[in-house]
């Protein structure tokens, strides 16, 4: 999303942000919607999303500012 981060989801409820000069799981955010099964982020980086295996969604500006 963001020069220097991956952010992935592993069917935990949390999706983790990965740093990628040191590749460790630097933040996390449980969106309170079950276990997560997709991720997505807007071409221009700004807008993220998450699905969970119970058909829910979650979005959110991305920063970090």
């Known amino acids: ?8 989801v592993n069917g ?3 999706v983790l942000l990965v740093e990628t ?3 460790t ?3 996390t955010y ?6 997560l099964t997709r991720v997505a982020v807007s071409r221009d980086g700004l807008l993220a999303a998450v699905g969970g295996s119970g058909g829910k969604i979650a979005n959110w500006d991305w920063d970090f500012g």
Not at 1 to 8: C, D, K, R, T, Y
Not at 30 to 35: A, F, V
């Open 25 to 27: 799981v630097s933040l």
């Open 1 to 8: 999303p963001s020069e220097g981060w991956i952010a992935f």
């Open 30 to 35: 449980d969106w309170g919607i079950g276990p």
């Open 12 to 14: 935990t409820p949390e």
């Open 21 to 23: 000069k040191t590749y």
